[in-house]
């Protein structure tokens, strides 16, 4: 088991910048390293050329990938809020898990499919393809860990219980989805905002 | 995408192709308004076209290439593994351990998205590597969780707030309104840092009679850590600031002026290690910079420092002035005005009222009784001010505000009683609202500034069977008259002194506070009133301050609704600029005397 969780989320500015955050805590929570990207903006080529794969890209392999490799703390897992960046995964060697948010939360301790219609993008995705980047999302597999409600693509659903064990160890009282607000509000501060 | 211009048009690949013959007739019949039907007449399949192809020269297409680009991602990196925090004290960890102390309450029972109160950054912090170290810590509630910190009672949210803003602060003022629980805040703040490893030498400053009050308040919000009271003869305070292992000194203003050399020189001629944190409790015992004890204050080594006061401006704004001067030297003159010096201090201050965090607390209410003299009064009153006022305006020049506050003594206390007859409209009025205090079972604190005023309402009040807590009572009674005021049924009343009552006593079981004659300083009034309105306080709390009409007490309570609005100015952006301090002119003014040239 490692000794940290790692957190991944990005954020977007109404002049449609995108800064990544990837926060390293202790399994007490305590910080341990953070590292935030400076602003990043795709070029009309790219988001045409991507089409709605440019959100995975973007978001789980250039920046999720590029802070990932930066820190020098391997974590146990690595937590995300957004559900672009859950395809980190194919880029790193530690499982990765989407944090659902908790005001549904209904703990089961059960792990059952969700099935996910609707894509980040699906409100642009106003013409359709039929292949798989318009194709509805992957099915999720959601889980509990104590009061957090998780989930991992259903492809990736064997490692719930890897993301189990290495969440073993954590605080008893850690709210998974708690460190992405430090997130937003450390990059708030790297940016001068926070003052 | 833009259209690419010029984009070449490749030429057209040569093909020949076969035609297909003319399709069928076909034959369509309208039928009165309805859908037409169609009649399709197939024809038999064609006969496969026959296809001659023959070899044409192609030319490839042009390709026009658009870089998609892999933009290089810079990253800001920040550390904190190797921080300062985080590590208590082997004894601290050790003591949690071995006597169980702390043990969180069962974590089924809590929350887990309860609240959160997340510690932000003071403003003075630049560095952002330092800012983030406390933006990105866990949110107040999982650090003491975390360290398996537990509370006697639950604490407010607004004292989770507090315990945040202190947390961080090198240089801090928690102003709380009396009762809010700042000893609490701060125990509990330095309780976290030590445990943190951030604080490892606390000194805690406060008046005399609060050092055993501090004790209790650590033994019961920090029972691991030891607090030691600094006392006795020098030598054994000189042993007492020598020792190297004790976490939390206590020690009252008078010995920390009478030990400074101590404390500056340590026992042996070398330099003490400097306080991690020196905390100054009723810190306006330092806002006269040219004081001893301000300056003692001032002088201690430490690396943070914080004042903790109900009442950072009694009279005028320099007040705060002499309490920054122990907090960060310079950062404010006296030469500011008001709104200026309370925008700068504006993230070094935190002042909550009730009326704002303790919605559920009880009502505080207020009943002016504004009582005529009675005839005897009056007449020695008439009598007394116009001849004070005489031997003031003779004086001309030569009258100094010394000569001015002795004749508000006199006149003041025949406002209480007529020193010939004894005759007193107050008394009439106490006795009256007594009889009712005591038959509701409740109890009453009644205020004075003048210990001859309460020798007198206990001589008059003998079937009360009132307690007497005033600056003749000796320390170690005090606790004794404090303890049977809380338990004794029959002791329902407690004459107090504004100077040894107003701060530190938590007096929450008394129902009636009775000001009986007025202080020159609102806030000393407003603390008198929260012995009783303060946290734990079971009902509403009954405010009775007498005024006599058409006396100085009347005059001066003009005076003290300025000095509010003053306060009011500094701590706040939406109220007006109100005139600030009592100046010399008003105090003559209050006899409509003119103000000498420079009297002193």
């Known amino acids: 088991m490692n000794a940290a969780l790692g957190f991944l989320t990005v954020l977007e500015d109404s002049d449609q910048n995108l800064f990544g955050g990837y926060l390293l805590l202790s399994l007490a929570g305590r910080p341990l390293e953070f590292h935030c990207t400076t602003p990043i903006r795709p070029n009309r080529a790219q988001r045409i050329l991507y089409g709605p794969t440019l959100e995975p890209f973007l978001f789980g392999e250039l920046i999720g990938g590029t802070l990932y490799r930066k820190a020098t703390t391997v974590p146990g897992v690595v937590c995300t809020d957004v559900f672009a960046a859950v395809c980190l995964r194919e880029h790193v060697d530690v499982p990765v898990v989407l944090v659902l948010p908790s005001e549904e939360m209904e703990p089961s301790g059960d792990a059952r499919p969700v099935p996910r219609s609707e894509g980040p993008s699906a409100a642009a995705a106003a013409v359709l393809r039929v292949d798989a980047p318009h194709a509805p999302r992957p099915p999720l597999v959601e889980f509990c860990w104590r009061a957090n409600r998780l989930a991992v693509p259903a492809r990736g659903g064997g490692e719930r219980d890897l993301i189990l064990e290495q969440l073993a160890g954590a605080e008893e009282l850690l709210d998974l989805a708690e460190p992405f607000e430090r997130i937003r509000q450390a990059i708030d501060e790297a940016r001068g905002g926070g003052r | ?600």
């Not at chain 2, 600031?241 to 002026?257: F, K, M, S, T």
């Not at chain 2, 950062?331 to 309370?342: E, I, T």
């Not at chain 2, 207020?366 to 008439?382: K, S």
Request: glycine letters at 6%.
């Open chain 2, 1 to 600: 995408m833009r259209e690419q211009p010029g984009l070449p048009v490749p030429d057209p690949v040569a093909v020949i192709s076969w035609v297909a013959p003319p399709p069928p007739a076909v034959t369509s019949e309208h039928l009165g308004g309805s859908a037409p039907e169609v009649v399709s007449l197939r024809t038999a399949a064609p006969a496969p076209p026959r296809v001659e192809s023959r070899p044409s020269a192609v030319t490839p297409p042009r390709t026009v290439s658009i870089a998609i680009g892999r933009a290089g991602v810079r990253v800001r990196s920040f550390g904190f593994a190797g921080a300062a925090s985080g590590t208590a004290p082997e004894w601290l960890e050790g003591a949690a351990e071995a006597e169980g102390v702390g043990a969180a309450p069962p974590r089924a029972e809590r929350p887990l998205s309860g609240r959160r109160t997340r510690i932000a950054p003071p403003r003075d912090l630049v560095k952002l590597e330092d800012r983030l170290h406390y933006l990105l810590q866990p949110p107040l509630e999982s650090l003491f969780a975390e360290r398996a910190l537990s509370f006697p009672y639950e604490p407010f949210p607004y004292q989770f707030e507090g315990i945040a803003f202190l947390y961080p602060r090198h240089a801090a003022v928690l102003a709380d309104e009396m009762g809010l629980g700042k000893t609490m805040q701060a125990v509990t703040a330095i309780r976290l840092l030590m445990r943190r490893g951030e604080v490892r030498r606390v000194l805690l400053v406060c008046p005399k009679p609060l050092v055993t009050n501090w004790q209790r308040e650590f033994a019961l919000w920090a029972p691991e850590i030891p607090a030691m009271a600094v006392e006795g003869d020098r030598v054994r305070r000189q042993w007492q600031w020598a020792l190297d292992d004790v976490p939390v000194r206590i020690a009252n203003y008078e010995i920390l002026h009478r030990d400074e050399e101590l404390l500056l020189a340590g026992a042996g001629g070398a330099a003490p290690p400097p306080f991690d944190l020196v905390v100054l409790d009723e810190a306006q015992r330092i806002k006269n910079r040219a004081s001893a004890t301000a300056r003692a204050a001032c002088a201690l080594a430490r690396s943070r420092g914080w004042a903790l006061t109900g009442t950072p401006v009694e009279n005028s704004p320099e007040d705060l002035v002499g309490i920054f001067e122990f907090l960060s030297p310079g950062l404010l003159s006296p030469q500011m005005k008001p709104r200026k010096m309370g925008r700068t201090v504006s993230d070094y201050v935190l002042r909550r009222t009730k009326d704002t965090v303790l919605t559920d607390l009880p009502p505080k209410l207020f009943r002016e009784a504004q009582l005529e003299l009675t005839p005897e009064q009056r007449a020695t009153y008439q009598l007394a001010e116009e001849e004070g006022v005489l031997r003031l305006a003779e004086m001309e020049q030569a009258a100094t505000i010394q000569h001015v506050f002795e004749l508000v003594l006199r006149l003041k206390q025949i406002c209480n009683f007529d020193p010939a007859t004894g005759a007193s409209a107050k008394l009439e009025r106490l006795q009256a609202d007594l009889e009712e205090v005591v038959q509701s079972g409740r109890k009453a604190i009644v205020f004075s500034q003048y210990v001859r005023t309460l020798e007198t309402l206990a001589a008059n009040l003998g079937s009360f069977h009132p307690l007497m807590y005033h600056g003749k009572v000796r320390s170690a009674e005090r606790d004794r008259v404090i303890g049977r005021f809380r338990g004794d049924p029959r002791c329902q009343v407690l004459l107090m002194s504004y100077g040894a009552g107003s701060v530190g006593l938590n007096l929450q079981f008394a129902s009636y506070v009775f000001l009986f004659d007025r202080w020159w300083n609102p806030a000393v009034e407003d603390q008198a009133i929260n012995r009783a309105h303060r946290i734990g306080a079971a009902g509403p709390v009954t405010v009775s301050r007498f005024v006599t009409l058409a006396t100085i007490e009347e005059r001066i309570d003009r005076v003290l609704e300025e000095k509010r609005e003053l306060f009011a100015t500094i701590f706040s952006d939406s109220r007006p600029q109100q005139r600030t301090g009592l100046s010399q002119e008003e105090i003559f003014g209050l006899f409509d005397l003119a103000c000498p040239a420079r009297a002193a």
